[in-house]
């Protein structure tokens, strides 16, 4: 066997392996989704825990919980005895990763979780085993074998362990009516945090950075205004500043490519009527959407009234750190 043909028959028992467990599922997962949203009514927290490999599984785990509205850290097994216990209060659920469910370095805390009275949920691949008997509920990891030939490092039964944690923290993301809002306020940092906490008030050009125009003004007045401006486009407003239109530099090459005369000619005969537009109080990933939706550079920005107050250039959208 290649190692292409190997990727594949590796990938193709994983995913064989996740189906199984798929179809395995039943009242203890919804079990294990009422005690975990019991904890986090009481202000608890999931504690994520594991040994060798599992820990890894865990500290994801966990990490996705955090990230998706359910409070979670981790504990190392071996640094409990020694002060890390003091992670757990009686109100929190610990998250216990566990493929034999024999671990030494877990058994061995198992006692002191208990007499906190902290409650368990396990994932193993051996729900009789010790840590199953040990905890309030347990979900069923187990695999039919290995993906590594010697059926000994942990590869599918790490992967099915991996998807349950993710399935978890999916249902109480769901439970918890856990919105697209809240998850930019957990990651302001990234660009989908950014774009869903940014208002277009905050990214748009306003004031003197528009070039402004009347329903009278000529290209070459538009020209004028657009470079005075430094913008790619002018806007057309009404008497009462609403958006009646909108011109832009590819209407401009269109029009000095169609009309000898065009400068001389009303920017109204090449300006978009109905432009598309954006409120200032739409988030700036409304904005987003837009620019790809309609493959447009200048995005006009109205208030509540149709009133031309600014405009969005896509190539400001970097500075911003939004794409």
């Not at 997962?29 to 594991?50: C, H, M, P, Y």
């Not at 890390?84 to 659920?93: E, H, K, M, S, Y």
């Not at 958006?243 to 209407?251: E, Q």
């Not at 400068?263 to 790809?292: C, G, H, I, K, N």
Request: glycine fraction near 8%; charge should be negative; hydrophobic fraction near 45%.
């Amino acid at each position: 066997m290649d190692s292409l043909e190997q990727a594949k028959a590796c990938i193709e028992l994983e995913a064989r392996c996740l189906l199984e467990m798929r179809d395995r599922l039943g009242d203890e997962f919804r079990q294990a989704i009422e005690l975990l949203l019991d904890v986090l009514s009481r202000n608890g927290k999931i504690v994520a825990t594991g040994v060798g490999k599992s820990l890894h599984i865990a500290q994801k785990i966990s990490a996705t919980l955090s990230s998706t509205g359910s409070p979670s850290v981790v504990l190392h097994p071996s640094q409990a005895a020694h002060g890390d216990l003091g992670i757990l209060r009686p109100q929190d659920a610990l998250l216990a990763l566990s493929y034999s469910g024999e671990s030494d370095e877990m058994l061995d805390i198992l006692p002191l979780v208990k007499r906190i009275g902290v409650r368990i949920v396990s994932i193993t691949g051996q729900p009789t085993g010790t840590l199953g008997q040990a905890s309030d509920i347990v979900l069923d990891a187990s695999v039919a074998r290995e993906a590594c030939p010697f059926n000994m490092a942990p590869t599918c039964s790490t992967t099915a362990a991996l998807a349950l944690g993710d399935a978890l923290a999916m249902a109480l993301l769901n439970a918890q009516g856990f919105q697209k809002e809240d998850y930019a306020k957990l990651h302001p940092g990234g660009a989908i945090g950014r774009a869903l906490l940014l208002r277009v008030s905050d990214i748009m050009r306003s004031a003197a950075q528009l070039a402004r125009l009347d329903e009278n003004a000529l290209v070459r007045d538009a020209i004028a205004a657009m470079s005075s401006a430094r913008s790619g486009s002018a806007g057309i407003v009404g008497a009462d500043g609403v958006l009646v239109g909108f011109f832009t530099d590819g209407d401009l090459r269109r029009s000095l490519t169609r009309h000898r005369d065009a400068l001389d000619l009303p920017v109204s005969q090449f300006m978009t009527r109905a432009p598309v537009v954006v409120r200032e109080d739409q988030l700036a990933v409304d904005a987003l959407a837009a620019f790809e939706r309609n493959r447009i550079d200048d995005l006009p920005v109205v208030d509540s009234n149709n009133r031309w107050v600014g405009t969005i250039d896509i190539q400001d959208l970097p500075r911003f750190k939004i794409v």
